[in-house]
Every structure is written in C-alpha cells, then in structure tokens.
C-alpha cells in the first residue's frame, strides 16, 4: 500500500525528466504537464514555512545562554540608536512647547519700507485704520489690535499742570495709540479700572490708560478717583491700568491713549503695526491672506512676520539629533550584526552532522540556508525588540526625572525593531551559504 | 519521449530492479586525477539484502555517495526503480532521496535537543508524508523498532543500541525502497550489533530492499549477498 502511494507521485516527478537534446523546449511542457495531472505532494504536506519555523525555533532555543550573548550586541546598538531618536525627538518637544506658548499664536503686520536717496526710510504702504476689522474676519485669527507710537517732540506728560522750575526735569513715559482691541490681541491684563473701547476710540475722549510701570512712575495707582494726567497743557482722564503684556512689554512703560483721540489731538499719520492672535497652526494661512485683506491691490507692501509652521520646526530640530551618538549606535549595531554571524557560523560548524542528515532526509540547499537564516533573523528580531523595549524605558525614566514630557515616534520603537531583524538577515546571510553548502556524506561520516 | 503513462511506468516496476548501476565512474579531477569508482555495474532487485565491503579509502563512500542520490556519476547511468537519475533536478534528487530512500549512519545523527518521537517524525518532514499521518507513522516506526516505551526520551538518556533502533525507525518511517545502512554497527559492541542486525533483517523479511556498507566482515557475512569493492571496483562474492 506503501509501495501505491509512493509510485503515485513518482511518475509526475519523474516526468520532470528531459529528453536528451531537448531540454529547453521539454522542461515548460513538463511543468505544466506535471501541474495539470496532478502535484506530486499536496502543498499542505510540503516543508512550509510553519514546519520552517518549528525547526529554527529549536535551533534558536537549543542554547539559551548563547542566545543572550548573542543577542546583546544587538540590544546595545539597537537601545542607543532608540535613545539617541528619542531625546531628540522629547527635547524637540519641549522646545516646541515653549514655542507655542510665546510665540506661536502671534502674528505681526507692519508697513513695508525703502529707503529714499538720503538714506531716509519711508513706508511703501499704510495700514488702513480698520485693519482690525478686516483680519479677524479670517480664519484663524482670534483678535487683531492696531498701535502706533505718538510723537511727542518736546511735550511733557505729567500728573500736575504745575511747572515748577526747581523739580529735576523727568524723562516723559512714551506715548502710544493703539484700538480698543489691542489689550486682547497683546494677551493684556487690567489691573484696576478698564481698557478704552471702540466708543471711546470713535469719539475721540480724552482718556488714557497706563501701564503699570509709568502709573508707579507718574504715581497713580487706582482710577476710582477718576485722576487725570496732563500731556502738554490737555488733561486726560486715567481709565485704567494694565499689566502681562506679553507680546509688546514696551506698552507697561507706555500712557495709552485711543487711535482716534491720538489723530484728533497729534494729528497722527497711520498706525505702525498690527498685532493679531492667531489659533495655533494657523500661522501660514493668515500671513498669506492677511496683506490681501488688507490692501487687495498690493499686499506686497507688507511685512508679515508669522511663526514657524510645525514642518519646519521639526525639520529644524531634526537636524540638531545627536550624530555622535547615532554613529556609537550604528557601531554598536555592527558589532551585534558581526557577533550574530559570529556565532551562526559556530552553530553551523557544530551542526554539520544535523546539516548532512537533513539533506539526506530530503531537504534542499534552499531548505537549509532558510533554517539558518530565519534562525539568526529570529536572533536579530529579538535583540531589536529587547533593544527597543529597552530604549523607550530609558527616554521615559530620564524624561520623568527630568519632568518633561516624552516624545517617541511610535515607527521609531517598531522600525529599530525590525532594524534589529534585517540586521540578523545579512548577519545570516553568509552562515547560511556556507551551511547549505555542505556535503551531505562528508558531514555524515565526520562524526558528531 | 519518456514511459506514456502510470500503466506504463508501474508494468516496467515489476520487472526493473530497484537500483541499477551501468559502466559508473565516478572521478575528481585535479592532479592527480583520481578514479573513485571504475566502470561499476550492479544491478540490486526489490527484496535483496546486499552488503558492500572494503577496506577504507576503496569508494565506499563514493559508493554510498552515489547511490544515496548525494553525487552524481561523471561516467555512466544509474537507474532507481527504472528511472535515469541523471535528468533530475537537484530539487527533485532531494525530493526523491527523502522519499525513497533511507539513510542508517554509523554516528546515529539523532537530534540531541528532540525527543526520539520528534528525531523520527524529522524524516517525515521534507518528503511530503501527508502532515495527518505523521506521527502514526512515526509511533508505528517506533512500536516496530521495540522503542514505543520511549517516545519521549531524549537521544542522550538511551544507550547505543537504542539510538541505532531510533534511527533505523527514522529511515523506515517515510516507506523507503531502499535502505542504506552506512557502517551501522561501527559505534556498538558484539551483543548491540547483533541486535540491530536482527532487526534489519526482520525489515528484510518483511520485504525492505537493504544495502548494507561496512568492513566488518561478521557482519558482511550475514547478507544473501555480498560484493566486494576494492581501488574503485566492484566484484561479487557470493
């Protein structure tokens, strides 16, 4: 019955056979003929890569201890390379956090300028009055102020109309005009009283408010009284002061008065520049659009300066990861791919006898070569994800320590792993020519 | 241009021999050339029992070589079960040897780290045995060797005789037309010997073709026939 089954197959097997003379044209046919009558053994009963992986794995696992030296060249190069990508990658977070938190939300818009033939700068362009109004129509754009600084030439600003020859001339606080909007658009904070509004703005009024530093340095320091300052000989009302002007600090030093009061009382040109807050990311889109709404016909004119987009901040702090470190990784990675084929080799000279029976039991060269190399691909695997464990385990400890947040890119962990994998591939790669390579007989009657 | 059919094929079994050696030699080139095998012719029928003698560097392991499909004759043709070896791929000459024919060594080659059951189903592996019979093939081969008590042994814990009997499980498991038994009590004393010579003639009697490859003449001289092989040639003796 034996003797049936192993007569079924042979004949299609044998067919492979060539004529004499006739091999090139013989050989399609009689694949495809050897296809059509019927596979000499179901694909189900062929040495798969499940039976593959069976036998490498007791390959593998035959000496544990071997294993882990092996291994840990891989680990080392594997972890430092993991490392090296993760501090960067967590300190180009902490660095982009901070970031966001100055400046990323800013947008700053100002006139463009040349230079005449004295050597005088001139504007190119004006900012219309309501150039609060046309930005925050776009998208992106949280609140726009205008502000512009008021020449004062040689008129003081003081809390008392009295000039008394014998007090020490002081140094006036500038002056500077600015929309109803600006405190928001600036991230101001009122301290006592309130900010001007549009009200205020349109009529003209005569109010003021002060920044915290020129209210200490005028003496002012609460508004219930309704208290005035004198700039030249006109009184102006003191509405309030402010405080926590993170983007234009010079305003704390600053008597603030309304655009329109300044244009009506100093005759003031144009606004200087334009501070808008912007959303988070939305830096590219208005500096694009921003100049268009603001003069359709030659948004050239302006100057936009806008925060880095995310793209080029990483771009930026990529170029900054450790090449010392990632060239100590790549060695180290080296070194596990040589120790890897190092001890394949060994395990290929101590398995000669199993090699030779292998083959006499039916097992191709190509059968061999795969056993070894999915053995040390197994290895290479295994070091890269130890490795990688590993690495991820520092960056988060050092990060905790340090009490920032970790950054990892999650392709980063997977990739070293499977970096430590194509490692034990080519580490392999020479082990298991040499393996399939073998005689049968010759390792067969050597012994072992 | 080969046999039309099964019909045709399984007519010419009945009267081929299982191997068939014409005019093979077998040389390696280099200075100087040696002749390994000379102009050897031996025919073996289903159900022989043959044992190859010589002294060592004869070409009993070109022999060996030769006939186990792992070297190919540079003069001359050998035919397995009617069919010329020659027009075979190296895969199909892999496929062929794990299929029909079974390998016995003087060193046993069992798997240290696998237990007896396992380094017997490792025949079945590469030679397409249908994956659902394996291991009743497997425990059959061992029930039929005496070692079904020891399945789950590691070669090691057995004593020589038993890992003989474990490997001759392991040549029969996959029904082989041809056993090859290369030195196969080189490494046993006279009792152990004798048993495994037993039991390659119960194989025998049960209708396995044998070819036994050794020095020792005792042993040689228990085969129906024996040949003599000396500087690369063959002479029967009985």
């Given at each position: 019955m034996k003797l049936q089954r192993w007569l079924a197959h042979l004949p299609t097997r044998l067919r492979f056979a060539r004529a004499p003379g006739k091999a090139a044209e013989a050989t399609p046919k009689a694949a495809l003929e050897n296809v059509a009558v019927a596979p000499a053994v179901k694909h189900s009963d062929r040495f798969l890569v499940q039976d593959l992986i069976i036998e490498a794995s007791f390959g593998i696992g035959a000496r544990p201890s071997r294993l882990i030296m092996t291994t840990l060249g891989t680990v080392l190069g594997i972890a430092s390379l993991v490392v090296t990508i993760g501090f960067a990658q967590t300190t180009a977070g902490q660095i982009a956090s901070q970031f966001d938190a100055v400046a990323a939300t800013q947008v700053v818009i100002e006139p463009g300028s040349s230079r005449d033939a004295r050597g005088k700068s001139q504007s190119t362009a004006r900012l219309p009055w309501d150039s609060g109004e046309r930005v925050e129509r776009?998208?992106?754009?949280e609140r726009a102020g205008l502000i512009a600084a008021v020449p004062l030439g040689d008129v003081a600003i003081t809390a008392v109309p009295v000039n008394d020859p014998s007090a020490a001339e002081t140094l006036s606080p500038p002056l500077l005009a600015t929309s109803a909007s600006l405190l928001e658009a600036v991230r101001g904070r009122v301290v006592t009283g309130r900010y001007f509004d549009s009200g205020h703005d349109t009529r003209g009024d005569r109010v003021v408010v002060l920044g915290a530093n020129a209210a200490e340095k005028i003496g002012i320091n609460r508004v219930d009284s309704q208290p005035s300052i004198f700039i030249g000989d006109r009184s102006y009302t003191v509405i309030g002061i402010i405080t926590g002007v993170e983007r234009r600090s010079d305003l704390l030093d600053s008597v603030i008065l309304p655009l329109g009061t300044a244009r009506a009382d100093f005759g003031l040109p144009s606004p200087d520049e334009l501070q808008i807050q912007i959303q988070t990311g939305a830096g590219d889109l208005v500096a694009r659009q921003a100049p268009i709404a603001l003069d359709?016909?030659?948004?050239?004119n302006f100057t936009v300066q806008a925060p880095a987009t995310k793209s080029e901040l990483q771009e930026s702090v990529q170029a900054d990861i450790n090449i010392v470190f990632l060239i100590l990784g790549a060695i180290a990675l080296l070194a596990g791919g040589l120790g890897i084929a190092n001890v394949t080799l060994l395990s290929v000279m101590e398995r000669v006898g199993e090699i030779g029976l292998r083959r006499a039991l039916g097992a191709t060269k190509r059968n061999i070569a795969s056993q070894f190399i999915v053995e040390s691909v197994v290895i290479g695997l295994l070091g890269g994800l130890i490795g990688s464990a590993l690495g991820v385990f520092a960056v988060v400890i050092v990060s905790l320590t340090q009490g920032w947040s970790p950054v990892l890119d999650i392709w980063v962990a997977l990739g070293a792993a499977l970096l430590g994998a194509v490692v034990g591939l080519v580490a392999g790669a020479y082990p298991a020519n040499r393996a399939s390579n073998i005689e049968p007989i010759t390792a067969l009657r050597g012994g072992t | 241009m080969i046999s039309p059919g099964a019909i045709g094929l399984s007519s010419s079994v009945e009267t081929a021999p299982v191997v068939e050696l014409i005019n093979v030699t077998r040389s390696f080139p280099g200075?100087?050339?040696?002749?390994?095998?000379?102009?050897v012719n031996l025919r073996i029928d289903a159900g022989d029992y043959l044992s190859i003698v010589g002294p060592s560097g004869s070409g009993k392991s070109t022999m060996l070589n030769v006939l186990g499909l792992l070297d190919r004759p540079s003069v001359g043709e050998y035919h397995l079960d009617g069919q010329l070896t020659s027009l075979l791929s190296e895969d199909d000459r892999a496929a062929v040897r794990g299929g029909s024919i079974g390998f016995v060594f003087?060193?046993?080659?069992?798997?240290?780290?696998?237990?007896v059951l396992d380094n017997v189903l490792l025949a079945t592996l590469y030679n397409g045995v249908p994956r659902a019979e394996r291991e009743h093939r497997a425990r059959a081969a061992l029930d039929r060797v005496g070692?079904?008590?020891?399945?789950?042994?590691?070669?090691?814990?057995?004593s020589g005789g038993e890992r003989q009997r474990v490997a001759v499980a392991r040549a029969v498991v996959s029904s082989p037309r041809l056993l090859l038994a290369d030195e196969?009590?080189?490494?046993?004393d006279a009792t152990t010997s004798g048993e495994v010579m037993n039991l390659f003639e119960e194989l025998h009697a049960d209708g396995l073709t044998l070819v036994i490859i050794t020095h020792d003449v005792a042993v040689a001289e228990r085969a129906q026939r024996r040949v003599r092989i000396a500087d690369g040639q063959l002479s029967e003796l009985a």
């Amino acid at each position: 019955m034996k003797l049936q089954r192993w007569l079924a197959h042979l004949p299609t097997r044998l067919r492979f056979a060539r004529a004499p003379g006739k091999a090139a044209e013989a050989t399609p046919k009689a694949a495809l003929e050897n296809v059509a009558v019927a596979p000499a053994v179901k694909h189900s009963d062929r040495f798969l890569v499940q039976d593959l992986i069976i036998e490498a794995s007791f390959g593998i696992g035959a000496r544990p201890s071997r294993l882990i030296m092996t291994t840990l060249g891989t680990v080392l190069g594997i972890a430092s390379l993991v490392v090296t990508i993760g501090f960067a990658q967590t300190t180009a977070g902490q660095i982009a956090s901070q970031f966001d938190a100055v400046a990323a939300t800013q947008v700053v818009i100002e006139p463009g300028s040349s230079r005449d033939a004295r050597g005088k700068s001139q504007s190119t362009a004006r900012l219309p009055w309501d150039s609060g109004e046309r930005v925050e129509r776009l998208a992106g754009v949280e609140r726009a102020g205008l502000i512009a600084a008021v020449p004062l030439g040689d008129v003081a600003i003081t809390a008392v109309p009295v000039n008394d020859p014998s007090a020490a001339e002081t140094l006036s606080p500038p002056l500077l005009a600015t929309s109803a909007s600006l405190l928001e658009a600036v991230r101001g904070r009122v301290v006592t009283g309130r900010y001007f509004d549009s009200g205020h703005d349109t009529r003209g009024d005569r109010v003021v408010v002060l920044g915290a530093n020129a209210a200490e340095k005028i003496g002012i320091n609460r508004v219930d009284s309704q208290p005035s300052i004198f700039i030249g000989d006109r009184s102006y009302t003191v509405i309030g002061i402010i405080t926590g002007v993170e983007r234009r600090s010079d305003l704390l030093d600053s008597v603030i008065l309304p655009l329109g009061t300044a244009r009506a009382d100093f005759g003031l040109p144009s606004p200087d520049e334009l501070q808008i807050q912007i959303q988070t990311g939305a830096g590219d889109l208005v500096a694009r659009q921003a100049p268009i709404a603001l003069d359709p016909n030659a948004p050239e004119n302006f100057t936009v300066q806008a925060p880095a987009t995310k793209s080029e901040l990483q771009e930026s702090v990529q170029a900054d990861i450790n090449i010392v470190f990632l060239i100590l990784g790549a060695i180290a990675l080296l070194a596990g791919g040589l120790g890897i084929a190092n001890v394949t080799l060994l395990s290929v000279m101590e398995r000669v006898g199993e090699i030779g029976l292998r083959r006499a039991l039916g097992a191709t060269k190509r059968n061999i070569a795969s056993q070894f190399i999915v053995e040390s691909v197994v290895i290479g695997l295994l070091g890269g994800l130890i490795g990688s464990a590993l690495g991820v385990f520092a960056v988060v400890i050092v990060s905790l320590t340090q009490g920032w947040s970790p950054v990892l890119d999650i392709w980063v962990a997977l990739g070293a792993a499977l970096l430590g994998a194509v490692v034990g591939l080519v580490a392999g790669a020479y082990p298991a020519n040499r393996a399939s390579n073998i005689e049968p007989i010759t390792a067969l009657r050597g012994g072992t | 241009m080969i046999s039309p059919g099964a019909i045709g094929l399984s007519s010419s079994v009945e009267t081929a021999p299982v191997v068939e050696l014409i005019n093979v030699t077998r040389s390696f080139p280099g200075p100087p050339e040696v002749q390994a095998l000379r102009a050897v012719n031996l025919r073996i029928d289903a159900g022989d029992y043959l044992s190859i003698v010589g002294p060592s560097g004869s070409g009993k392991s070109t022999m060996l070589n030769v006939l186990g499909l792992l070297d190919r004759p540079s003069v001359g043709e050998y035919h397995l079960d009617g069919q010329l070896t020659s027009l075979l791929s190296e895969d199909d000459r892999a496929a062929v040897r794990g299929g029909s024919i079974g390998f016995v060594f003087q060193a046993f080659h069992l798997l240290p780290h696998r237990s007896v059951l396992d380094n017997v189903l490792l025949a079945t592996l590469y030679n397409g045995v249908p994956r659902a019979e394996r291991e009743h093939r497997a425990r059959a081969a061992l029930d039929r060797v005496g070692l079904n008590h020891r399945l789950n042994f590691l070669p090691g814990t057995l004593s020589g005789g038993e890992r003989q009997r474990v490997a001759v499980a392991r040549a029969v498991v996959s029904s082989p037309r041809l056993l090859l038994a290369d030195e196969p009590t080189g490494n046993l004393d006279a009792t152990t010997s004798g048993e495994v010579m037993n039991l390659f003639e119960e194989l025998h009697a049960d209708g396995l073709t044998l070819v036994i490859i050794t020095h020792d003449v005792a042993v040689a001289e228990r085969a129906q026939r024996r040949v003599r092989i000396a500087d690369g040639q063959l002479s029967e003796l009985a």
